[in-house]
T-cell receptor
Framework: ETGVTQSPTHLIKTRGQQVTLRCSSQ?????VSWYQQALGQGPQFIFQ???????GRGNFPPRFSGLQFPNYSSELNVNALELDDSALYLC????????????FGSGTRLTVV | KNEVEQSPQNLTAQEGEFITINCSYS?????LHWLQQHPGGGIVSLFM???GKKKHGRLIATINIQEKHSSLHITASHPRDSAVYIC??????????FGTGTSLTVIP
């Protein structure tokens, strides 16, 4: 049983650029959630995908978008990067059909300069 | 206003001490989660609770739905327990709210 893998682990981007972060879900999990964690803060919910469709979204602007693929892996895309987007981005997979427990990835640390 | 409040924010304990971290929430939830985050960011899900009490090794989590309160207890604390412990709640409709975490340091 594999865990959740996120890539890349670290990334530096320039303000205004676009970024794509990737997450592979744990085997058997069909739901992926994305979170943004600013320094010294708790994670903030961005959105969740279930079977390739978005089925929940937090208070983030439309320039944060996502995809889930048939193998349940997922991407988080952020357009027009702002300095405040610098954060740790965490992905978690789960399976509501199997009790809903979450497995988190180690995160991608994004720095916008 | 934060929907999830944790206390204390920081906690230092001597090895062997019994530790309690508290979490209060203000919204109706479908489940409450206790998470452990180590330096570098990786998060481990410790417990998911919707009622009662769960135990795993030296960790115990309890929840009182009526009082909207949960506690995480660590018995016989050890330096390797040093981490940030985060309380999170999940709502119907897949909305999640997280506390800001409790930073625990256990001194040998």
């Amino acid at each position: 049983e594999t865990g959740v893998t996120q890539s890349p682990t670290h990334l530096i981007k320039t303000r205004g650029q676009q970024v794509t972060l990737r997450c592979s879900s744990q085997s058997g999990h069909n739901t992926v959630s994305w979170y943004q964690q600013a320094l010294g803060q708790g994670p903030q919910f961005i959105f969740q995908y279930y079977r390739e469709e978005e089925n929940g979204r937090g208070n983030f602007p439309p320039r944060f978008s996502g995809l889930q693929f048939p193998n349940y892996s997922s991407e988080l895309n952020v357009n027009a990067l702002e300095l405040d987007d610098s954060a740790l981005y965490l992905c978690a997979s789960s399976s509501p059909d199997r009790g809903g427990g979450y497995t988190f990835g180690s995160g991608t640390r994004l720095t916008v300069v | 206003k934060n929907e999830v409040e944790q206390s204390p924010q920081n906690l230092t304990a001597q090895e062997g001490e019994f530790i309690t971290i508290n979490c209060s929430y203000s919204v109706g939830i479908s489940a409450l989660h206790w998470l452990q985050q180590h330096p570098g960011g990786g998060i481990v899900s410790l417990f998911m609770l919707s009622s009662g009490k769960k135990k795993h090794g030296r960790l115990i989590a309890t929840i009182n739905i009526q009082e909207k309160h949960s506690s995480l207890h660590i018995t016989a604390s050890h330096p390797r327990d040093s981490a940030v412990y985060i309380c999170a709640v999940s709502l119907a409709g897949n909305q999640f709210y997280f506390g800001t975490g409790t930073s625990l340091t256990v001194i040998p």
